[in-house]
Nanobody, 123 residues
Framework: QVQLVESGGGLVQAGGSLRLSCAASGDTFYGFTLGWFRQAPGKEREFVSQITWNRDSTVYSDSVNGRFSISINNDRNTLYLQMDTLKPEDTAVYYC????????????????WGQGTQVTVSS
């Protein structure tokens, strides 16, 4: 069983930056795909980005491509999401997620989830 704990959310002005962290315990990242989803009020949870444990593959949603950067530190068992040029529409609860093997942008392909961290971008 993998436990995931996010941190780093907060309130930031439009154009600003935040870095989210996701600390994992219970297993190493070996063989996993790690990812970030987000959920805005009244909306469905949506895919943001994912990375494989060996960094062979990274994927971003169109809405964050070029502004967000996903990375992983296997020594610390920690996943990161660097968010730059933030926009008010990025306001959401951000969730860290993990799946052994492969995963896709569909919610159902991911097994392990964190509790979420709130990101609020003011205009």
């Amino acid at each position: 069983q993998v436990q995931l704990v996010e941190s780093g959310g907060g309130l930031v002005q439009a154009g600003g930056s935040l870095r989210l962290s996701c600390a994992a315990s219970g297993d190493t990242f070996y063989g996993f795909t790690l990812g970030w989803f987000r959920q805005a009020p009244g909306k469905e949870r949506e895919f943001v980005s994912q990375i494989t444990w060996n960094r062979d593959s990274t994927v971003y949603s169109d809405s964050v491509n070029g502004r967000f950067s996903i990375s992983i530190n296997n020594d610390r068992n920690t996943l990161y999401l660097q968010m730059d040029t933030l926009k008010p529409e990025d306001t959401a609860v951000y969730y860290c997620t993990a799946q052994r093997g492969t995963a896709r942008a569909r919610l159902s392909t991911w097994k392990f989830w964190g509790q979420g961290t709130q990101v609020t971008v003011s205009s």
